[in-house]
Structures are given as structure tokens and as C-alpha cells.
């Protein structure tokens, strides 16, 4: 038994992936996110685990989550958010390997998840997995159990010494990290084309971001 979780906002104009404006519209931001979001539950879809988890943030809107079990996400920080979602996601089953990813990192594939799943299942319970992004973020965490994603609300999030602080938490309480791959993500707009590039050419994020960028002077 394992599962996948993803934290997401539910992509609106002016609130959805902010950091891109400039240069693009509030509009075309929500665009961007509307379409990693799409294709990051696509990859999802495609990855054989037990249960797919989705805590969103807003009105489920045109966001297809028909076969998937979404949960709200609560009120609070970013840390909070993220230990919460796994707490509800795992509720009453225990040792659940559980890998959360964001909608940040459209390149990813069912094999990759596959194989950080893997791993963190091979090490057992008292092991977490992390996936750090150039920026000093991570893309991934994996824990067996809630209890380890209860160190997330002491760490501050959105940070260039995240990834380093929550590794820290996450050790100060007994755990192994495994090292799972570096995958950039998209906060801004030249992160927005470099992911863009390594999606698949028929993804929803690789169109909208020509687009996009077709669209923006110079």
C-alpha cells in the first residue's frame, strides 16, 4: 500500500502562481498553473499506487478531480497546510507511505514517483525522502506517517534555506532522509520555459507557455 498526495491551489486570476506577473497577466499565470496543475494529476492518474489525495486550496472550478479523493486544505501557514494534508490523508491507515508533490514540477513522470515510492518504501518506517529544487525549496517529501510530517509547521516555508531547515526538522526527530532527485520548479518565468522545455511536447504546460510567451514583448 503507498500513496500520493498533492497540495494545490485551485489556479485564479491574480491569486495563481503570482510570482510570474511580471511579465505575464494575472490571467496568463492562472493559465500557466491551470495547465501544471493538469498535467501533474495526469502523471498522477498514471502512477500505480493504492490512492491518489489531492489537498486543494479554493473551489474545485474546471479542475478534473473526478477519480481522485480531495480534501481541503486548513487554515494557516504553508507548514501547517502541509502537515495537515498529511494527516488527512492518512488518516486511520497507519504505515502509508505517502510521497506529496506539488503542482510546481510538471516534469514529472509516473516512473520518477514510481522510484522515489520505491525507495522510501525499501528504507521503512523511520526513514523520510526529500526532494530539494535549485532554489533552496523542495518538490517532494515522503514519510511513512503523519507524526513525521509533524515537524513541517515549525519550518518556514518559501525560503532559500527551506529544503536545508525541513532536512534538519525532520532529522532533529529521528528520521533518516533519503535524498531523492533535484527537480526544478516553477516560480518564475524563466523557471516557467525551462520546465516547459522538459515536459512532454503533447503536455498542457509546454503549449500554454508558448503561448504564453509568444504573447509577452520583446
Known sequence: MRQLLVITKAPVPGKSKTRLTPPCTPLQASTIA?????????????????R??????????????????????????????????????MAGD????????????PQISPALLTDCLDRLVAAGPGHAALGVAPDGGWWALGVHSPEAAAVLPG??????DTAVNTRAALEAAGLTVLDLPVLTDVDHFPDALAVADLCPPDSRMRRVVAEVAACLPG
Request: proline letters at 5%.
Open 34 to 50: 491551470e495547465a501544471a496543475v493538469g498535467d501533474t494529476l495526469d502523471v498522477v492518474r498514471a502512477t500505480p499506487v493504492a
Open 52 to 89: 491518489r489525495v489531492v489537498a486543494l486550496d479554493g473551489a474545485r472550478g474546471d479542475l478534473d478531480l473526478h477519480d481522485l479523493v480531495v480534501v481541503p486544505q486548513v487554515e494557516g501557514d504553508l507548514g501547517t497546510r502541509l502537515a495537515a494534508a498529511f494527516t488527512d490523508a
Open 94 to 105: 497507519g504505515d502509508l507511505p505517502t510521497l506529496l508533490v506539488g503542482m510546481d514540477t
Open 155 to 160: 519550518v518556514p516555508m518559501s525560503r532559500d
